[in-house]
């Protein structure tokens, strides 16, 4: 029996070795229908689907919260004053929120208004800015006039997409300091005596204004849904889900040179440094190029980890198909410039990695990030469904939540040592939460003598001071 035991030990240490150490983050997107008293809930579940801790919002989510390396809470959600410029469809925004870990509220926002919509993901630049996916209202007469054709009689105006960056400056305070539009970088070769009139595939930095009619209802033109920022190349990502493909933007531009085709550190402004999915919508390739369908999810891979600086797009295709997750990567040269081949479209042909996502499926959001170990974390939204899969494919680790839900819209994986000291209250870097970090914290409140990282630390509720409150959060931590 003793043998038994110890050979299914040695059989689950050896399947289990290669899931990623790490706390899951995701937030369900709760159906009120079935019971409006449900609260809206983020989650950190560790491996053994332990909750680590949760957050209580008092609004739907948009889109996928962060958390921050401080343990602190930034969390997209659907509220806005205004009806929204996409009725209720899909997952609107405008409302942004920052939680201390015990789910103190830090700042509030809401940009949204009568002309702009926030939508789907946002991005937390390292100096605490927000980039935001926004619809923005531009009336159909001047889309005529700029030469889109197939506008639906009955519509007044459509909906295009834009980024902006966000300061936040405390409880409803905010400010807008930087701006892109696609509506800014349009070709079209429906009429020579329109603005912007060219051959679509000389101009593959440009989006084709007829590339897809706007959807009648409500003008949805490009239905971006996704957003990343690569730190050490100042360069925005975003997805389209009308348009099938990924396009990388300048950041390093102003708001002026963003709306133009010259000046930031690539020198083109805000044109596309690099598109990638469909390259027949430039008139380029051929159609066995086409690869993106209906994609939701991308970011870049963490410069350090297996793939760095590559690109992972979750496609979701359709149900006959199903979804697949695929790596790309980028055709930079030696200045990071990015080069089209002599076909006239951007590289790769094929992707580098592709996983075939099997049993579950998701029309809508979802995505995949790319884990230390190199193993992909994939979130099927609809399906409310998490895996972790390795290079092989093979699935290591899956979770499918159970409560009554909508979707998840995506869900990450964090390291132990992404935020353990802080987050974990392990002041004297031990591994471990108990009374001699306490008797460290009264320490510090009864002489103040301490400074620098671990004074830092002490401080738990983030005040600024460290108090007896923050002795009392430790012991709450212990606790719990």
Request: proline share 5%; glycine share 8%.
């Amino acid at each position: 029996m003793l043998r038994k035991l110890y050979i299914l030990a040695l059989f689950l240490t050896f399947i289990l070795s290669d899931v990623y150490d790490g706390y899951v983050l995701f937030t369900p997107s709760l159906d009120h229908s079935l019971d409006e008293s449900i609260e809206h809930t983020t989650f950190l579940m560790d491996n053994n689907e332990n909750i680590i801790n949760s957050w209580v919002h008092d609004c739907k989510p948009s889109s996928i919260p962060y958390l921050m390396s401080d343990s602190s809470l930034v969390y997209p959600c659907k509220e806005t004053p205004f009806e929204p410029l996409n009725g209720d469809n899909g997952p609107m925004g405008g409302r942004v929120v920052k939680y201390t870990w015990q789910g103190d509220i830090l700042w509030d926002f809401n940009v949204a208004t009568s002309s702009m919509q926030p939508h789907h993901d946002i991005e937390v630049l390292d100096n605490g800015n927000i980039l935001m996916l926004v619809f923005e209202k531009v009336s159909a007469d001047e889309a005529r006039s700029l030469g889109m054709e197939s506008i639906n009689d009955s519509l007044d105006f459509i909906i295009p997409c834009k980024v902006i960056e966000v300061v936040p400056n405390g409880m409803d305070e905010e400010e807008i300091i930087w701006e892109w539009r696609f509506w800014d970088h349009l070709v079209q070769d429906v009429d020579p005596d329109k603005p912007n009139y060219g051959l679509i595939s000389e101009y593959p930095e440009r989006l084709d204004i007829n590339v897809r009619p706007p959807t009648s209802s409500y003008g949805d033109w490009i239905h971006t849904n996704a957003i990343d920022f690569n730190e050490e190349l100042d360069l925005i990502v975003i997805s389209s889900r009308r348009t099938g493909e990924i396009y990388i933007i300048d950041h390093s531009t102003s708001t002026l040179e963003a709306s133009s085709s010259s000046g930031g550190n690539y020198a083109i402004g805000g044109d596309f440094l690099y598109r990638w999915g469909k390259p027949s919508n430039y008139n380029s390739g051929n159609g066995e190029n086409d690869f993106l369908l209906n994609p939701h999810g991308v970011n870049w891979i963490n410069s350090s980890y297996p793939g760095g600086g590559n690109i992972l797009v979750y496609n979701n295709r359709n149900f006959n198909i199903g979804s697949v997750v695929y790596e790309i990567n980028l055709p930079l040269d030696h200045e990071n410039q990015f080069l089209l081949n002599d076909d006239g479209f951007y590289d790769p042909k094929v992707p580098i990695w592709e996983y075939q996502i099997q049993g579950v499926f998701s029309m809508t959001q979802s995505g995949a990030y790319r884990l230390e170990n190199g193993n992909t974390f994939v979130t099927v939204s609809e399906a409310v469904h998490m895996r972790e899969v390795g290079p092989d494919s093979g699935v290591v680790w899956s979770y499918e939540y159970t409560g009554p839900n909508v979707s998840i819209p995506r869900a990450q994986k964090l390291g132990l040592d992404y935020f353990y000291q802080p987050l974990l209250g392990d002041i004297n870097s031990d591994n471990m939460v108990n009374i001699q970090d306490v008797i460290i914290v009264v320490g510090i409140v009864l002489d103040q003598e301490s400074s620098g990282q671990i004074l830092s630390i002490s401080d738990l509720n983030s005040d600024g001071l460290v108090d007896i409150l923050d002795v009392i959060v430790l012991v709450n931590i212990i606790l719990s």
